[in-house]
């Protein structure tokens, strides 16, 4: 995938290497929660533009967790925009393609679960979710969390436990299925 | 312990970072409330979903000018267990065609040997009847007619080719190419 080209001069040079260099997070990111290669090149592509206008602006004292942040809204609005396009819950989507070597009813279980994840993280504050991306995929520990987000840690564990709390409302449902059959 | 600093012990203990002397008390506060039990097996089994999900492929961000090309990494693989059968092949390989320019290199050798041979055999023979040659020949010892021997490979190949013209190629070509007077 090519990005659009951005100028990278001498000052904007080393916003540049960040980026390059937390390229695989952002697109980690992207695709937890889009679950599609493609999308979350998309959203890669859509940071990059955003990052690179901000840092024109005033670079970000956190990098990694402006981009973390503004990876999640922008995949949060591609979610937004594929309800949109199809009129329905996240829920009802179903795999567009499985991954090569997954068995298709697999497949499909997780895309559906995906789903559901997609949509509950949407409901979730701009800070729970990336408390939430932060803690349970990169594996932060709530110090670093805190000093990334600039939260005290405190606020940072309560954000972890109140969108766990509400993820797994989504889920429920899901759940109860599950243990009736 | 207050509901707030249940939570924060919650997120400790669902993020790893519990520490072993709050571990009593929290596991009290557990079994003395079902709620708060509830709440964190809820968080529990929300975690294992959202570590369900596939993880994404690792890519890679490079410059191409003032381009930005995100592909995926190339994986360096392991080696496996059969990892020198690719050496094993080229070597067989390699063996395969040494083994054949051997054998078609003896195979010349005999051949040449077997022609000596049945040159040395067919060199004069008092038993031979008189031998003037073949017919239409008249290369230079085709004027012998005193009943002397032919000595000269040209002879020999032409008396061979006498005897059996459909395999005498080479005498054929010989008497073709020979100096007329």
Not at chain 1, 61 to 72: D, H, I, M, S, V
Not at chain 2, 163 to 177: E, G, M
């Amino acid at each position: 995938m090519t990005v659009p080209s951005v100028d990278t001069d001498a000052k904007a040079d080393s916003p540049a290497r960040t980026f390059d260099d937390l390229a695989n997070d952002i697109y980690g990111w992207a695709y937890r929660v889009l679950g599609r290669h493609h999308d979350a090149l998309d959203v890669v592509q859509d940071v990059f533009v955003k990052w690179d206008r901000q840092c024109r602006k005033e670079p970000p004292r956190q990098p990694r967790g402006w981009l973390r942040r503004a990876t999640l809204n922008r995949s949060i609005d591609v979610v937004r925009q594929r309800r949109g396009q199809r009129g329905g819950d996240a829920i009802a989507e179903r795999a567009e393609c499985v991954e090569p070597g997954r068995p298709r009813l697999v497949g499909m279980e997780q895309d559906e679960l995906r789903a559901d994840v997609a949509v509950a993280l949407d409901q979730l504050t701009e800070l729970q979710r990336a408390v939430l991306v932060a803690k349970v995929y990169d594996e932060l520990t709530f110090a670093q969390i805190g000093a990334e987000l600039d939260l005290a840690v405190s606020t940072a564990k309560t954000h972890y436990v109140r969108a766990l709390a509400r993820v797994g409302e989504r889920l429920r449902p899901r759940w109860d299925q599950e243990d009736l059959s | 312990m207050n509901r707030e600093e249940f939570e924060q012990k919650m997120a400790e203990a669902l993020g790893g970072e519990l520490a072993e002397t709050d571990r009593a008390a929290f596991e009290a506060a557990l079994a003395a409330h079902d709620d708060w039990r509830r709440a964190y097996e809820g968080a529990k089994r929300t975690l294992d979903a959202l570590a369900s999900l596939s993880a994404p492929r690792q890519v890679t961000a490079r410059r191409e000018g003032d381009r930005l090309v995100i592909e995926p990494a190339s994986v360096a693989r392991p080696a496996r267990a059969g990892g020198a059968g690719r050496w094993r092949i080229a070597a067989a390989i390699l063996i395969a065609f040494t083994a054949g320019y051997a054998a078609h290199a003896l195979l010349i050798l005999r051949e040449g040997l077997v022609a000596r041979e049945q040159l040395v055999h067919v060199t004069p023979d008092e038993n031979v009847p008189k031998d003037t040659g073949p017919a239409g020949y008249d290369g230079p010892d085709a004027a012998n007619d005193e009943g002397a021997p032919f000595h000269s490979l040209e002879t020999a190949l032409a008396r061979a080719h006498a005897r059996r013209p459909s395999s005498s190629a080479l005498a054929k070509a010989l008497i073709a190419v020979a100096p007329r007077p």
